[in-house]
């Protein structure tokens, strides 16, 4: 896939991310973006290194953005317990 493909993953991969772990993030939408861009990059390098498989086949396969939006929501709590703290300063 080329890099456009993976910035609209990582775009609605984002997107999907906060959707299923709604709250107030410190950062807002362009925070929301690039976490999700890294997660599909993070989603689909732990695929392969833990489950051996490619989960990086396709635009439109479901391993895609299954692996996409877990390493999206990986990110997004990192990010959450990061930046916890300086919310309430």
């Known amino acids: ?43 689909g390098w732990l695929g392969k290194v833990i489950f051996g498989v490619d989960s990086i086949d396709g635009f439109f396969d479901l391993s895609t953005w299954i692996a996409a939006v877990v390493g999206a929501l990986i990110l997004l709590v990192l990010y959450r317990v990061i930046t916890g703290n300086r919310r309430h300063a």
């Open 1 to 43: 896939m080329g890099i456009i493909a993976w910035i609209i993953i990582g775009l609605l991969a984002g997107a999907i991310a906060k959707l299923l772990m709604p709250g107030k993030d410190p950062g807002g939408i362009i925070i929301t973006m690039l976490i999700g861009i890294a997660g599909g990059l993070l989603g």
